[in-house]
T-cell receptor
Framework: DTAVSQTPKYLVTQMGNDKSIKCEQN?????MYWYKQDSKKFLKIMFS???????INETVPNRFSPKSPDKAHLNLHINSLELGDSAVYFC????????????FGPGTRLLVL | DQQVKQNSPSLSVQEGRISILNCDYT??????FLWYKKYPAEGPTFLIS?????DKNEDGRFTVFLNKSAKHLSLHIVPSQPGDSAVYFC???????????FGKGTRLSVIA
């Protein structure tokens, strides 16, 4: 039983397209996150939602728009994809915001051509 | 500006010996620290954590040591097993609604 799942696992697309990545957690957690792991291998927080409310929004282009229809889901929509968006995107969740262990999904490997 | 640094990109250890992975941080506000383990094509999985009020936390073969004055933490794995071969990420955070900051990771190879 997958705790944090993401779809799709791989995504290859052309520059300028719009794409979405979906994330679902079945852990009953209140907080969900999106991270980006770039070519330099750093894992960087992009967004955090607590009970469907945005609580962290790091310096991310506004082409990236997270949407949380309920606290078990946090989707990431990306408009006008650019080459530099190529990365692995990880979704994560934690019971609460703050000092809590985060559980990660398997990642979505996005390649923009 | 890297607030969390893992200066060794890779480490090779013989099976049965001790693996020591190091992590340095610059932000003195960090009050909890975590280690994650990542296999290829999978997400990071939580391994062990430590709060700044402690200097050691042990869980089976894994022990994390925290030296606040040196702003340094380390993960000890003993005895190392081939299944421990993975990338290990150090992460640090400040209590409250602040994001975790991750290091770049150290790739551990345990040789049989």
């Amino acid at each position: 039983d997958t705790a944090v799942s993401q779809t799709p696992k791989y995504l290859v697309t052309q520059m300028g397209n719009d794409k979405s990545i979906k994330c679902e957690q079945n852990l009953g957690h209140d907080t969900m996150y999106w991270y980006k792991q770039d070519s330099k291998k750093f894992l960087k927080i992009m967004f955090s939602y607590n009970n469907k409310e945005l609580i962290i929004n790091e310096t991310v282009p506004n082409r990236f728009s997270p949407k949380s229809p309920d606290k078990a889901h946090l989707n990431l929509h990306i408009n006008s994809l650019e080459l530099g968006d190529s990365a692995v995107y990880f979704c994560a969740s934690s019971l609460l915001a703050g000092q809590e262990t985060q559980y990660f999904g398997p990642g979505t490997r996005l390649l923009v051509l | 500006d890297q607030q969390v640094k893992q200066n060794s990109p890779s480490l090779s250890v013989q099976e049965g010996r001790i693996s020591i992975l190091n992590c340095d941080y610059t932000n003195s506000m960090f009050d909890y620290f975590l280690w994650y383990k990542k296999y290829p094509a999978e997400g990071p999985t939580f391994l062990i954590s430590i709060s700044s009020i402690k200097d050691k936390n042990e869980d089976g073969r894994f022990t994390v040591f925290l030296n606040k004055s040196a702003k340094h933490l380390s993960l000890h794995i003993v005895p190392s097993q081939p299944g421990d071969s993975a990338v290990y990420f150090c992460a640090a955070g400040v209590s409250g609604n602040t994001p975790l900051v991750f290091g770049k990771g150290t790739r551990l190879s345990v040789i049989a």
